[in-house]
C-alpha cells in the first residue's frame, strides 16, 4: 500500500528544480514540490509526500490530524516510513 504521508518542509533546496527538504517523523529527504510549482511551499509549512512529490498543501492541524491516523494504521505507515528512510537523501 502506498500512503501519502505529511511532511513539513525544512527548506527549499533548489527552487530553479523545484526541490525542497522535508521532515517526514523525523525522516529528511529531498523531493519534489514541482507539483505546488505555482503555489510553492515555505519553510515550516506542510505538504502531503508521495513517492517523493509534495501532492498538496496542508494546514498544521490536518497534517497532525493525518499523521495521527496513519500511525494508527500500524504496519502500513511502518512500511511507507521505511521506504522514505531507505530512498536517496
Given at each position: 500500500?502506498?500512503?501519502?504521508?505529511?511532511?513539513?518542509?525544512?527548506?527549499?533546496?533548489?527552487?530553479?528544480?523545484?526541490l525542497a527538504k522535508v521532515d517526514v517523523s523525523g525522516v529528511q529527504r529531498t523531493i519534489s514540490v514541482r507539483?505546488?510549482?505555482?503555489?510553492?511551499?515555505?519553510?515550516?509549512?506542510?505538504?502531503?509526500?508521495?513517492?517523493?512529490?509534495?501532492?498538496?498543501?496542508?494546514?498544521?492541524?490536518?497534517?497532525?490530524?493525518?499523521?495521527?491516523?496513519?500511525?494508527?494504521?500500524?504496519?502500513?505507515?511502518?512500511?511507507?516510513?521505511?521506504?522514505?528512510?531507505?530512498?536517496?537523501?
Amino acid at each position: 500500500m502506498c500512503l501519502g504521508i505529511p511532511g513539513r518542509i525544512v527548506e527549499v533546496t533548489d527552487a530553479a528544480n523545484c526541490l525542497a527538504k522535508v521532515d517526514v517523523s523525523g525522516v529528511q529527504r529531498t523531493i519534489s514540490v514541482r507539483l505546488l510549482e505555482k503555489d510553492m511551499p515555505d519553510p515550516d509549512e506542510w505538504v502531503l509526500v508521495h513517492v517523493g512529490f509534495a501532492m498538496a498543501k496542508i494546514d498544521e492541524k490536518e497534517a497532525l490530524l493525518t499523521l495521527a491516523a496513519v500511525q494508527q494504521l500500524g504496519e502500513a505507515y511502518t512500511d511507507e516510513l521505511e521506504a522514505f528512510k531507505g530512498s536517496p537523501a
